[in-house]
């Protein structure tokens, strides 16, 4: 585990509707791949080299400085076997660590039990964006969603804890009728009151925010840089998390992924010079994950839902370089058109949960799996 006095933090961004693999780590240097791919390929005068047979996307130009500073791992064909191609199935699979049966325990909230068993902070987890996503749901963890940090809160102008438990009542006798008392009104009702705390305290988090880094206006610009005015709050937050939408390229792929990823990677490089700016980059650990990759032939227009994956792991915490191996596109090695998986995405989350949050990966992940050596 990495030596430092503070507290390791986890940010994880998701990429959501299955992140084209193969045209964000190009295999310029194989011929199968531009055999494959005649409409969307990214041309091999474009590519930014790595080696002589893998390169980025011109679009993660600033990843790509990154990872020549050894702040980025690569990890490749990422997945699970008897991979499933619903977006919602496969997220799901992600997201509970349960590829076999449908889950209901996010992964990121047993990370957080464990961090806090006895629900001291209920910022121990953040959310910035809409919903809770699954992988931080966990009965009795509390967790903090936030759309936009300065507009945060639940019944925020209602002052004085007598006046806010007595509307908390009234929205739990609200609904009373449809799921009468017992754990679940019990598990609403403190729901609502860390709700509430939650938001009385990251109201704070802006006022103490300073930074010569301006991001760029985009969605995910914006969610990263309220994850840092949080972070930059010290209020014991140690697992953030958002998504980064419109990954679901079946059409017009060309002019829409390179977009995606100029956005996401100026998002990524803002945020990480924050960190810098704050002196708080050895500290975090992000970590970029999608749902699948596509499929490895093109359709004309984009590309559809496929099997094997690209995850990175991004930051001063990490060891970069080329993780597990880049699936063969030999057509007798593919899985009926689609890329095998290489590693199980839960050994990779196990190797976070172990060597970087310094937790037993075992109940977190359920089980023990092939774990990598990026984290420093």
């Known amino acids: 585990m990495t030596t430092t006095k503070k507290d390791p933090i986890l940010v994880v961004i998701q990429l959501t509707g299955g992140n084209d693999y193969l045209n964000t780590l190009v295999p310029y240097g194989d011929p199968r791949y531009y055999d494959n791919r005649t409409t969307v390929a990214v041309p091999q005068d474009q590519v930014l080299p790595i080696d002589d047979h893998f390169g980025f996307n011109p679009a993660l130009a600033p990843i790509k400085e990154m990872y020549d500073q050894g702040k980025v791992a690569l990890i490749n064909g990422v997945g699970y076997p008897t991979p499933n191609r619903s977006h919602f199935r496969s997220m799901d699979i992600w997201h509970t660590c349960e590829p076999d049966k449908v889950g209901t325990e996010g992964w990121l909230g047993r990370v957080i039990r464990d961090l806090d068993p006895r629900s001291e902070n209920v910022l121990t987890g953040v959310n910035f964006g809409r919903g809770l996503p699954r992988a931080l749901a966990l009965t009795g963890v509390p967790v903090a969603s936030v759309a936009v940090l300065e507009t945060y809160g639940v019944l925020t102008g209602i002052t004085g804890e007598p006046d806010r438990s007595e509307a908390l009542d009234v929205f739990a006798r609200m609904y009373a009728p449809t799921l009468g008392s017992g754990p679940v009104m019990e598990y609403l009702g403190q729901t609502g009151l860390d709700a509430l705390k939650g938001a009385d305290i990251l109201k704070t988090a802006p006022a103490k925010y300073v930074s010569s880094v301006e991001y760029a206006d985009t969605s995910i610009g914006k969610n990263l840089l309220g994850i840092s005015k949080v972070l930059h709050a010290n209020l014991g937050t140690r697992i953030f998390y958002t998504q980064h939408g419109g990954y679901d390229t079946h059409a017009s792929q060309g002019p829409v992924h390179p ?17 810098r700016e704050h002196d708080t980059a050895d500290n975090v650990l992000m ?40 699936p063969s596109l030999e057509e007798g090695d593919l899985l009926e058109g689609d890329l095998h998986f290489n590693i199980d995405y839960r050994g990779v989350y196990g190797t976070i949960v172990e060597d970087w949050l310094g937790l037993d990966p075992v109940p977190v992940v359920g089980g023990s799996f092939e774990q990598l050596d990026f984290v420093r």
Not at 269 to 274: E, I, K, N, S, V
Not at 296 to 319: M, Q
Request: net charge negative; no cysteine.
């Open 259 to 275: 977009k995606l990823w100029t956005d996401l990677s100026q998002a990524i490089t803002d945020f990480y010079a924050d960190l």
């Open 287 to 326: 970590f970029v994950f999608t749902e699948f990759g596509r499929r490895v032939k093109d359709n004309g227009s984009g590309t559809d839902h496929g099997s094997g994956g690209l995850s990175l792991a991004i930051g001063d915490p990490v060891k970069g370089g080329m993780y597990s191996e880049y």
